[in-house]
């Protein structure tokens, strides 16, 4: 049997760069709450990323219901079901209403034509899903959310390192999340951070990460914990370094599968973005008329040692957790439905070989 090809392997730096950047550590005694390298780190990120601030958390689940209450959002938040599992938890864990819009097929992002039909009284937010690194119609969503007076949030978690017409994606709306979890793009092992304008919301988010301490005396908020750590932290300051030179190897994976499957009838590709610099996060591709379903080609690659990914599926408005909750209703989201039942994403990280994707391929086509 070959080898196994898992649908997505962590980055590391080399374990001496690693090493190195902890050393400091050992010297400080200092772990955790806003160290050297979580400082480093946030500086580091504003830079890359051209935005003004950068504040880290645990992971980016943590951070997506640390700026719905940091934005005291109460009410209903439209958004999209053609994502993870944490997007609709996290609006559902603090206390909103999540109410859903469908996507548009060709970027599976919110589709901005079907919005305004869903703000009640009750609206407060949008929250915009960027899927696979498709980057959403934020122009669109946001001129709906000024003649609503309505807070935009993206999740962002695909789409680290996108930029569209040269602007990156952390500068839109309200706020924007990323996830550093293992398996993004760039990862600190478990992390996520808060991308935002305004200075204002520093101190909320830092009050809600840190129990609303100020100091040792002084506890003027009710906040949580969600703070990230130094040896976290310090993957991130390494895994930095060398992005860039990652980006390029999957945009070499992306090229050859493209070249492998591009044209073939009844599999659609995910469509380049005009002006979108591309983070090559995923490589969905929709079985639609082809001689196999999806379910088909995916057990097939697994009889071949290969994990792809069903991904987006189940769609979130269809979890069991959610089950004869009013408003949860995949029928109701037909493009998303569609969309789930057909799409795999395939094996993509940097590194992955030719041979490799060449078997991935010569079974899919076989
Ligand atoms: C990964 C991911 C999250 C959650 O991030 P974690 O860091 O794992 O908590 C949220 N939304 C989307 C779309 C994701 O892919």
Redesign the pocket.
């Known amino acids: 049997m070959s080898e196994i090809i898992n649908v997505t392997r962590s980055s590391l730096p080399e374990f001496d760069e690693y090493c190195a950047e902890i050393r400091g550590i050992w010297d400080s005694h200092w772990l955790t709450n806003m160290g050297e390298k979580h400082e480093k780190l946030e500086r580091a990120l504003e830079d890359y990323l051209g935005v003004p601030h950068v504040s880290l958390l645990t ?6 219901e640390t700026i719905l209450q940091a934005l005291e959002l109460h009410g209903e938040i439209i958004t999209s079901p053609f ?2 599992a ?2 609709t938890h996290a609006i559902v864990r603090c206390g909103c209403t999540p109410v859903f819009c469908d996507v548009d097929p060709v970027t599976y992002t919110m589709d901005p034509a079907k919005i305004e039909a869903l703000i009640t009284d009750r609206t407060v937010a949008i929250l915009p ?1 960027h ?1 696979y690194g498709n980057l959403c119609d934020t122009e669109a969503i946001e001129r709906i959310a000024k003649a609503h007076g309505l807070k935009v949030v993206y ?1 962002a ?2 789409a680290f390192g996108v930029t569209k017409d040269g602007v990156s994606s952390a500068c839109f709306g309200d706020a924007s ?1 990323f ?3 293992a ?2 793009v760039f990862n600190t092992i ?3 951070a808060l991308c935002y304008q305004g200075d204002a919301l520093r101190q909320r988010i830092s009050d809600l990460k840190n129990f609303g301490i100020h100091g040792p005396e002084e506890v003027p908020f009710v906040g949580g914990n969600a703070k990230m750590n130094e040896f976290c932290a310090a993957m991130g300051l390494c895994n930095l370094r060398h992005l860039d030179e990652w980006l390029a190897e999957r945009r070499a994976v992306v090229e050859h599968y493209r070249a492998r499957l591009g044209g073939v009838p009844g599999l659609k590709l995910n469509a380049p973005q005009p002006g979108v610099r591309s983070n090559y996060a995923y490589f969905p591709v929709v079985f639609d008329g082809y001689r196999y379903t999806r379910d088909e080609v995916f057990a097939r690659l697994g009889e071949h040692n290969i994990v792809a990914r069903k991904y987006f599926y189940p769609i979130t408005n269809s979890f069991d957790c959610y089950r004869g909750r009013p408003g949860f209703d995949p029928d109701a989201t037909p493009v998303a439905k569609y969309m789930g039942e057909r799409v795999l994403t395939l094996p993509l990280y940097a590194g992955l070989s030719p041979e490799d994707v060449d078997r991935i391929c010569d079974i899919i086509l076989s």
């Open positions: 992971n980016g689940h943590l951070a997506l994502t993870f944490s997007t899903i899927v999740d978690a695909h999340m996830s550093f979890h398996t993004k478990e992390g996520g």
